[in-house]
């Protein structure tokens, strides 16, 4: 970790402050294996039925699943929706 991003978390803990916001980190929420929101994301690399690559600070956040569908894209959030088996990130 840089040592920016060390201070930032560093004032992040001690401001009792939500990490995602002040790291710029994405914020994952997925809701059983049927949605999933990315939000802070970088932007879309791969987008096919069966598999999404979104862009984070964090790697590549890879999604894996069947009948995949982008339902929402703003700047800063993405909803997934299908029958979702995987979620990972890659390097």
Known sequence: MKK???IKKSIADIL???QDIVLDL???TLIGNLQLYVENHKGIIEYSDNRIRI???CGILRVIG???LLKNIVLEEIVIVGE???VEFDD
């Open 16 to 18: 009792e402050l939500p």
């Open 66 to 68: 069947k009948n995949l």
């Open 4 to 6: 920016t991003e060390e």
């Open 84 to 86: 979702i088996r995987e």
């Open 26 to 28: 994405p914020k994952i």
């Open 55 to 57: 862009f984070t600070k």
